[in-house]
């Protein structure tokens, strides 16, 4: 069973950054297509980034793109999301996600497995 873990969230303000650490356990990490999403009160979860099996593939939400960058570490099955030039419009709660996959998924439903999220919260 995989299980996924967030982790670096936190209260920063406008400007600021914050590195967000997804660790997965009960596989390989290096078998599975990761990405991050996002999620505020009353809307759908958001893609933000993912990255494919080996890290050399990457995808990124237009609205985050040129300030996130996701990143992947298979030695220690774990995978990060380094945010800067945080606005108040991200904050959310970012969750990871992963699945078994060659390719870069970009939409919620073609994950399989999910943490239980982390709050970014970003003042003006």
């Known amino acids: 069973q995989v299980q996924l873990v967030e982790s670096g969230g936190g209260l920063v303000q406008a400007g600021d950054s914050l590195r967000l650490s997804c660790a997965l356990s009960?596989?390989?990490?290096?078998?599975?297509?990761m990405g991050w999403f996002r999620q505020t009160p009353g809307k759908e979860r958001e893609f933000v980034s993912a990255?494919?099996?080996?890290?050399?593939?990457?995808s990124y939400s237009d609205s985050v793109k040129g300030r996130f960058t996701v990143s992947r570490d298979n030695a220690k099955n774990t995978m990060y999301l380094r945010m800067n030039s945080l606005k108040p419009e991200d904050t959310a709660v970012y969750y990871c996600a992963a699945k078994s996959t060659y390719r870069v998924p970009v939409t919620a439903g073609e994950y399989d497995y999910w943490g239980q999220g982390t709050q970014v919260t970003v003042s003006s």
């Open positions: 009960g596989r390989t990490v290096s078998t599975y297509a």
């Open positions: 990255i494919s099996l080996s890290g050399a593939r990457t």
